[in-house]
């Protein structure tokens, strides 16, 4: 005998085990925040957070600046239609000295 329940009775009684949610019209196993994957990821999820909140957009272009773990005074810049149209630019910057700037720029 097959049953058909919905979607959202799944969704309850898999809650319940909870390995597995419903996301995105589809079923999807999760981990389990007290499984040792969970701190692979976890540190992997907080630094793309961090680049979302730090990337800045405007109609079809955007503008993110990362600086480099060793030192944040050295770091890339990645700008697509956002101070010029049409363009996309890397730029590496070094800042370590502070009187003299260091930029490498190339436009795609």
């Known amino acids: 005998m097959r049953f058909n329940l ?3 009775i799944l969704d309850i009684i ?15 196993n999760i981990i389990d925040k007290k499984d040792t994957r969970y701190t692979i990821i976890e540190k992997i999820i907080c630094k793309k957070i961090k680049l979302l909140k ?3 957009i ?10 480099f773990e060793i030192d944040n005074r050295v770091g890339l810049c990645y700008d697509y239609n956002f101070s010029y149209p049409g363009e996309f630019e ?7 000295d502070g009187w003299n700037w260091i930029q490498i720029r190339t436009y795609l």
């Open 6 to 8: 919905p979607n959202e």
């Open 14 to 28: 898999f809650k319940y085990d909870g390995r597995i949610k419903f996301k995105y019209g589809e079923f999807v």
């Open 54 to 56: 730090r990337m800045e």
């Open 58 to 67: 405007s109609g079809s272009g955007f503008y993110l600046e990362v600086s």
């Open 90 to 96: 890397i730029c590496y910057f070094d800042i370590r």
